[in-house]
């Protein structure tokens, strides 16, 4: 932080900038190589369209390109879910920590810099880095996946719901958040990384446990087919005469297969149900799940400010 007192009009964000620029160079460079892949990717799946394999198809070798798509369709998938949440929490630990760790904070401080004008400026400067690439990163990853053979099918999958949507770049900024606050508890910089990591590993696990009940889920009722196939299925069973409902009762025991009014009366049921959250439920849940990360980011970043109002002398 001595760059302030060497040009003080440059102004503490300049000096954040200059501070950490191989950091942020090295997450331009990753976003550009992110994007590059992803094109490469739509690339492919064009070829895939040209000609499925299968029935109609071209063979073997249209075959061997569908899956070498989808397997680094995946691959994508699960890195963009996955890797920026990481880089958020070790940077907001790391540009926060060293400087706790070091003493410069504590030297800019007495350069006409306040506390709460370092803290914000630190949290700032990598946020907008960190949102920007996994923003263009995230809309990039949709338009492929949307433009590929299956069309986005596998929606509700964890990672696919992340990379796709916009609770990715919430959680990165959760991430950032949550670095910073331990930072600013633990003062040490290698501790803070693995408690912000754990903290946003636990977020991430959370939200995948809680997001069937963000929304009011559907019931269809009758028997299942193969469009239960692409919703995101709570739970299945029958409808007995008098209204309960039962999960779990299903036809797999049937000596006839196929026979359902049967099966239905051999179990006392009238009827098969089941409980799903079809496609329109994909925006809404997505858009109340950024609103609730967002909310713990706003959170954490309040804590971060507060913890550091009682440690200044």
Known sequence: MTTLSQSPRR?????????????????????????GGLIWLYELAQEVHSGR???????????????????????????????????????GAALIGRELE??????????????????????????????????????????????????????WNSEYFHAAGTVGPAYVLLGLALG??????????LPAMGLALVGIGLAYKLGDTVRSSLWPASEVRGPWDATLNHVYQLDLGMITKSGEHIS????????????????????????????????????PIQLVETGIVLTLAAAAVAAAFWVLRRRLP
């Open 53 to 91: 394999c299968g029935a109609g198809g071209t063979g073997t070798l249209q075959c061997a390109t569908e899956m070498r798509y989808e397997g680094n369709e995946l691959d994508f998938a699960h890195l963009l879910a996955w890797l920026p949440c990481g880089i958020a929490a070790c940077a």
């Open 102 to 155: 070091d003493g410069t904070a504590t030297l800019a401080w007495t350069q006409s810099v306040s506390p709460v004008r370092w803290l914000a400026v630190k949290l700032a400067v990598p946020a907008v880095a960190l949102l920007a690439g996994t923003a263009v990163l995230t809309v990039m990853f949709r338009w492929v996946w949307v433009s590929g053979p299956d069309g986005g099918v596998n929606r």
């Open 180 to 189: 910073a606050l331990a930072a600013l508890l633990m003062r040490r910089t």
């Open 11 to 35: 102004g503490l964000t300049w000096a954040v900038l200059r501070l950490h620029r191989v950091p942020l160079w090295a997450w331009t460079a990753m976003a550009i190589a992110g994007a």
């Open 248 to 283: 779990g009762l299903n036809c797999s025991d049937q000596a006839v297969p196929g026979d359902l009014s049967t099966c239905l009366s051999d179990h006392g049921a009238v009827d098969f149900y089941a409980k799903i959250h079809p496609t329109s439920h994909y925006w």
